[in-house]
């Protein structure tokens, strides 16, 4: 399990580091204005239509039903399964596409009510929107096929479709001259690379002969009952987008720029959340299902608590770095071009507030695994539903006072409260308990987080007093890496040296037997 989350992990964090380089194009290019913010607007949609209905809702409700249906029935049975899902799911995007092109104006006027009277933003938002909609069809069909690669343990080509996304953006930057705007570049990008993420994971599916069929749409037992984790699965995807959604409407009533800013500080915000978190859930929720299938439950439990180490180890760094140096992230990273140090400077009061956060968005996923890979879908939802409901009453509550940092900083407050529930949750129905080497690990953990902050404290606080100007922002970042790196590193060596060894030698005894 841990080798996969790594290589998940390895090409997930290459992928965040081509989104890297196009959000660099995105700020040298497009900055942070009305084009910009109708272009946002047009990829978050079908973005956050993957996320409510295929991506989230669909991988927790379709890998413990393929899981089940192989050890209950064997893998042909199981594909079979995959071939009537994906009839299901081609013509439901049929029909969504339909809908949404006749109503599109309706559609980004909902999502983003405040460009409704705007001249420039809310025509260019359509415009765009119609380019960039039918991605969610490509991508729903590669995350069916991306789900069966998981199921039957294979995580890599899966991984890898996010890398193709951003060299799709970055390619359709790169020949901008050639289209109207940058925007409608980078619109035509996302379609182009749909296609070919389609063919990556189609590629790999044949190569390990699990390749999706079409077949006639069929009702039968399995069908149902992924139906019925399905709804409740989308209704919690939904209650996490509508806390997203709520950002786009709300920041649209807000200064010009308010959507750019939240964009780029919830770009680095992502960078843990998916590095880290989506490649932990993904393969946790493979490994935990086969486990409960098999009738494995402590080791599915040990499953969960090692992950959720790992987790806390590796997203730490980033909350300690976006609570204390926000601002250094935000200029040495973004500000160049039509990105100003006004915009550096705002994104980075909002990265400050969704950092406040970022420890418990990073262990929802995991969390959530608990109730899925036991084909519960409905609990996870009541856990959203309350975190959302007072993450979009805090929204419109903090919007006057804080502007678009009050909208980060309730997602931070309604994402402690998912988390809170969920472990009460889990815990009354007996499903999460620590063993006796988290009671020992998670306070070794906190104490290294607590020697990092100090450096970045105190690194932060001398940088700061320096005579003149001061550093340059990118030195000044790449000092205060490197003092946080060490001191987090010797202190988890210090604490966990002995206890990795003995993991790792045994890990390549498992390999090797």
């Known amino acids: 399990m841990i080798r996969n989350i790594f290589s998940v992990s390895a090409l997930t964090l290459l992928s965040r580091l081509f989104g890297f380089v196009r959000d660099l194009m995105f700020a040298a290019i497009l900055g942070a204005g009305a084009l910009a913010d109708a272009f946002f607007v047009a990829f978050r949609i079908p973005n956050q239509f993957r996320a409510i209905f295929a991506e989230g809702a669909f991988s927790a409700a379709f890998v413990p039903g393929f899981a089940k249906v192989a050890a209950e029935r064997g893998q042909n049975a199981a594909l079979i399964f995959a071939d009537r899902i994906f009839a299901f799911l081609i013509l439901s995007q049929l029909v969504l596409l339909a809908v949404a092109f006749i109503f599109m104006p309706t559609v980004v006027g909902l999502m983003a009510p405040g460009f409704s009277e705007d001249p420039v933003r809310f025509p260019a938002a359509v415009e765009l929107t119609r380019i960039t909609f039918p991605y969610l069809a490509l991508v729903s069909l590669v995350i069916l096929v991306s789900g069966v690669l998981n199921a039957v343990g294979r995580f ?43 063919l990556l994971v189609s590629v790999d599916a044949l190569r390990a002969d699990v390749m999706v069929e079409l077949r006639m ?32 409407v709300v920041a649209s009533y807000l200064v010009a720029g308010s959507v750019s800013w939240l964009y780029y500080a919830d770009r680095l915000n992502q960078l843990p959340i998916g590095v880290i978190s989506i490649a932990v859930g993904t393969v946790l929720l493979s490994e935990m299902s086969r486990r409960v299938s098999a009738g494995d439950e402590p080791g599915a ?90 993450n979009v009453a805090l929204k419109f509550a903090l919007m006057g006072p804080l502007g678009h940092v009050g909208l980060a900083t309730a997602t931070s407050v309604g994402a402690w409260i998912n988390v809170t529930l969920l472990i009460v949750f889990a815990r009354r129905k007996d499903l ?14 906190a104490v290294a987080f607590a020697v990092l902050v100090l450096a970045l404290v105190v690194g932060s606080t001398i940088m700061a007093s320096l005579p003149g100007p001061g550093l340059n922002h990118k030195v000044a970042l790449l000092i205060l890496m490197v003092l946080g790196g060490l001191s987090y590193c010797a202190v988890l060596v210090l604490l966990f040296g002995k206890q990795f060894m003995a993991d790792v030698r045994r890990l390549r005894r498992g390999i090797a037997g």
């Open 156 to 198: 890599a080509a899966a991984a890898a479709t996010q890398v193709i996304l951003s060299l799709g953006i970055i390619g359709g930057l790169l020949l901008a001259q050639h289209f109207p705007t940058p925007a409608h570049a980078a619109a035509w990008g996302i379609i182009v690379a749909g296609i070919l993420q389609f």
């Open 217 to 248: 749409p069929r009702v039968t037992p399995e069908v149902k009952r992924f139906w019925k984790t399905f709804v409740p699965a989308t209704l919690g995807s939904a209650g996490t987008q509508i806390a997203v959604l709520a950002d786009t």
């Open 301 to 390: 439990r040990t499953a969960q608590l090692r992950a959720i180490e790992l987790t806390l180890v590796f997203t730490l760094p980033a909350v300690a770095a976006f609570v204390i140096v926000p601002d250094i992230l935000m200029k040495a990273l973004f500000m160049r071009g039509a990105f100003t140090e006004n915009d550096a400077i705002q994104s980075a009061r909002a990265l400050a507030a969704y950092g406040v956060g970022l420890a418990a968005l990073v262990l929802i996923r995991p969390l959530t695994v608990t109730f899925h890979a036991r084909g519960d879908t409905t609990t996870p939802v009541i856990a959203v539903a309350v975190a959302i409901a007072v």
């Open 432 to 445: 999460f308990t620590l063993d006796s080497r988290a009671r020992s690990v998670l306070p070794q953990i």
